[in-house]
C-alpha cells in the first residue's frame, strides 16, 4: 500500500512540473508578444511606464484646472445669462 501512495505521490510531482513548464512556455510566449507589440518584456517595466503615464495625467489635469480657474477669473460669466445683480 505505501508504494502505491509513493507511485501517486511521483505522478502527481510529474504532472505539476509538466503543467509548470507549460505555464512557463505561455508566460514567455506572451513576453515575447507584449516585447514585439510594445516594445519593452517585463511586466515591472510595463508598471514603471504605467505610473509615468499617470503622472503625466495628473500634471495635465492640474494645468486644466488651473486654466479653468484662470479663464474663469477673466470674465464675469453670470453677466452672460442676463442677471443684473
Not at 17 to 31: F, H, P, R, Y
Not at 52 to 68: A, D, F, N, T, V
Amino acid at each position: 500500500m505505501e508504494f502505491d501512495e509513493v507511485r501517486r505521490i511521483k505522478k502527481l510531482i510529474q504532472e505539476a512540473e509538466v503543467s509548470s513548464a507549460k505555464a512557463q512556455g505561455v508566460l514567455d510566449n506572451l513576453e515575447k508578444k507584449w516585447k514585439a507589440q510594445f516594445g519593452e518584456g517585463s511586466i515591472s517595466t510595463a508598471k514603471k511606464a504605467l505610473a509615468e503615464l499617470e503622472e503625466k495625467i495628473k500634471k495635465q489635469e492640474k494645468r486644466r484646472s488651473e486654466l479653468m480657474k484662470e479663464l474663469e477669473d477673466l470674465y464675469d460669466w453670470n453677466s452672460l445669462d442676463g442677471d443684473t445683480d
